[in-house]
């Protein structure tokens, strides 16, 4: 089992940016394809980013693809979500999500088996 938990957000200009980490515990953290939900308020929850286990391969959500990067440290049980170019539409709550195995996507949320508690993501116009 893998915990995790999401730090790095907080309130910044538009334009600006931010980086997201997210902190495993459990020793099967290498072996778990990684991804970044968002929440905005009223709003479902959305896909952001996805990384394989071994960081080969990466996913964005169009929208997103040019201004935020994900990425993995399996020594260090760590995956950032770095966020360029902020606009007031990225605020909602980041979530980091682990996923134990491969369910044929990354997508979604019943792609993935762990959560962490989430981390707010405000940015001012």
């Known amino acids: 089992q893998v915990q995790l938990v999401e730090s790095g957000g907080g309130l910044v200009q538009a334009g600006g940016s931010l980086r997201l980490s997210c902190a495993a515990s459990?020793?099967?953290?290498?072996?778990?394809?990684m991804g970044w939900f968002r929440q905005a308020p009223g709003k479902e929850r959305e896909f952001v980013a996805a990384?394989?286990?071994?960081?080969?391969?990466?996913y964005y959500t169009d929208s997103l693809k040019g201004r935020f990067t994900i990425s993995r440290d399996n020594a260090k049980n760590t995956v950032t979500l770095q966020m360029n170019r902020l606009k007031p539409e990225d605020t909602a709550v980041y979530y980091c999500?682990?996923?134990?195995?491969?369910?044929?996507?990354?997508?979604?949320?019943?792609?993935?088996?762990?959560w962490g508690q989430g981390t707010q993501v405000t940015v001012s116009s």
């Open positions: 459990g020793r099967t953290f290498r072996s778990y394809a």
């Open positions: 990384i394989t286990w071994n960081g080969v391969s990466t």
């Open positions: 999500a682990g996923a134990e195995y491969y369910t044929g996507s990354y997508y979604y949320t019943r792609d993935y088996d762990y």
